[in-house]
């Protein structure tokens, strides 16, 4: 399992931040009920569940979802093309990603960035 891990090129910095800024620093009245990253983690969760044929497992600590887009549903069979089409209308980036966990019939992770 650990060597399917991949870490992201900011962890180090992630770690290295609160000495970098000095004094308390704290994301827990981030985290907590009316927290901003707690309420905007749970609407977008809620958006993004809203939306027929996508799911999402509610993240419990990260600041990122993987939404599951139901393959079948929406008659996609080249998820590259789909990514492309989608940046094209809607100027909304996916960067098509891989995991092991892949299942047939659901697209690979892809990391989304708006691109307006």
Same mark, same amino acid.
């Given at each position: ?12 910095a992630q770690h290295a931040?609160?000495?970098? #800024? ?10 907590? =009920?009316? !927290?901003? /990253? +707690? ?7 809620? #958006? ?10 509610? =993240?419990? !600590?990260? /600041? +990122?979802?993987f939404p599951k887009i ?13 990514v492309l089409d989608f ?30």
């Open positions: 399992m650990l060597a399917s891990m991949r870490l992201c090129a900011n962890v180090p931040i609160q000495t970098a #800024l000095g004094g308390y620093q704290s994301i827990s009245e981030f985290i907590t =009920p009316g !927290g901003r /990253l +707690y309420e905007q983690r749970n609407r977008a969760w809620e #958006l993004i569940n809203d939306i027929p044929g996508v799911s999402c497992v509610k =993240p419990r !600590g990260a /600041l +990122y979802m139901d393959a079948k549903r929406f008659n996609i069979h080249d998820d590259q093309k789909m940046l094209l209308q809607e100027k909304f980036c996916w960067c098509k990603g891989r995991h092991s966990t892949a299942v047939a019939g659901s697209l690979p992770h892809c990391h989304a960035t708006a691109c307006r």
